[in-house]
């Protein structure tokens, strides 16, 4: 069973030029009803498909409930209801898209670094400022992969045993900051980094597994199987469920700290009586020198291949987490 993308939105705020932070801004009710709207338009749309339709009346359904706690109370000259987070001074609206919204990032991003660097050298610093930061985004592209499964094995029996290739593509933005002195009147030559990315599609490439209904006999053995046949994604990751992205980078010293956070999926039988969880992939953090992330940045991509079963709890023996980025491709 397939599902269609899934959008993970991170929410940012410009602190001098750029800082990203971990949390959404929430929607306007306005544009809560522009969504009610969209989604109804899908669901009575003859070209969408029957899966397409119950995707769409499923987020109905949250949009609704969520609109009816934030928005109800704003109706009949009541006072408004305050926002649950606090919105960024800069625009928050989301595009349609991840590619969309990550190229509307970027130029934001690279407009002010443009008009940082038009302005004459005796502007670009009050009295007393020392160094500047000044962000460029780069536009990359990528995907993950997980390959692993799990076995749970109650009373010396095999009760469920799954295999799995997960698969997610992702495009996002390398942030270079370069810091200026204003003394000087040039730039350091020191760089940081970080990286934004949004999930763009997530796909199960392939699955096998079955989970037992019914044990009998001492010691235990299962006598019925169900087989593992539907997958989904799990709750809350798709958007706006989930505010992290796939994969996300920061200078730290002489290093470049990386992570990746894998997609969970709830695998099941159109028969009923079991389900499991892909928890594989969580954990991947990966150190790397300076050097060798500017080495990524001049070839323009980079691939990390790890066995993570020794450092994921939900991994089974032998699991492996590729990662793949295309710096500067175009979006």
């Given at each position: 069973m397939q599902r269609l993308c899934r959008l993970s939105l991170w929410s940012f705020v410009l602190v001098c030029w750029f800082a990203p932070v971990a949390v959404a801004a929430p929607f306007t009710c306005e544009e809560l009803q522009e969504r009610i709207a969209t989604f109804k338009a899908t669901i009575k749309k003859k070209t969408a498909s029957a899966e397409q339709k119950a995707e769409a009346q499923e987020q109905l359904d949250r949009t609704v409930k969520y609109y009816d706690s934030r928005c109800a109370k704003q109706k009949g000259g009541a006072a408004p209801m305050k926002p649950a987070l606090l919105k960024?001074?800069?625009?928050?609206?989301?595009?349609?898209?991840?590619?969309?919204?990550?190229?509307?990032?970027?130029?934001?991003?690279?407009?002010?670094?443009?008009?940082?660097?038009?302005?004459?050298?005796?502007?670009?610093?009050?009295?007393?400022?020392?160094?500047?930061?000044?962000?460029?985004?780069?536009?990359?592209?990528?995907?993950?992969?997980?390959?692993?499964?799990?076995?749970?094995?109650?009373?010396?029996?095999?009760?469920?045993?799954?295999?799995?290739?997960?698969?997610?593509?992702?495009?996002?933005?390398?942030?270079?900051?370069?810091?200026?002195?204003p003394a000087a009147g040039r730039y350091t030559g020191r760089e940081d980094y970080a990286i934004q990315t949004l999930s763009t599609e997530i796909d199960v490439v392939k699955h096998s597994g079955r989970g037992c209904v019914q044990f009998a006999g001492s010691p235990a053995a299962c006598k019925q199987w169900h087989p593992m046949d539907i997958w989904e994604l799990a709750e809350g990751e798709e958007y706006p469920g989930r505010n992290s992205g796939v994969v996300s980078a920061v200078s730290d010293g002489p290093f470049v700290n990386v992570r990746v956070d894998a997609p969970n999926i709830l695998f099941s039988s159109s028969k009923g009586g079991i389900t499991m969880k892909s928890d594989c992939g969580d954990l991947l953090r990966e150190t790397v020198k300076r050097d060798e992330f500017k080495e990524w940045m001049r070839r323009g991509t980079a691939r990390i291949k790890r066995e993570v079963s020794k450092t994921s709890p939900g991994c089974r023996p032998g699991s492996t987490l590729t990662l793949e980025m295309q710096f500067g491709a175009k979006q």
């Open positions: 960024p001074s800069v625009q928050t609206s989301q595009a349609a898209f991840p590619e969309e919204e990550m190229a509307r990032r970027r130029e934001a991003i690279n407009a002010q670094s443009q008009q940082f660097d038009a302005k004459p050298k005796a502007q670009r610093a009050t009295p007393g400022e020392r160094e500047i930061a000044v962000p460029r985004a780069i536009p990359l592209t990528g995907s993950i992969q997980v390959e692993s499964g799990t076995n749970a094995t109650p009373y010396a029996a095999i009760k469920q045993e799954l295999t799995y290739t997960i698969r997610e593509s992702f495009v996002g933005n390398l942030i270079v900051t370069r810091y200026y002195d």
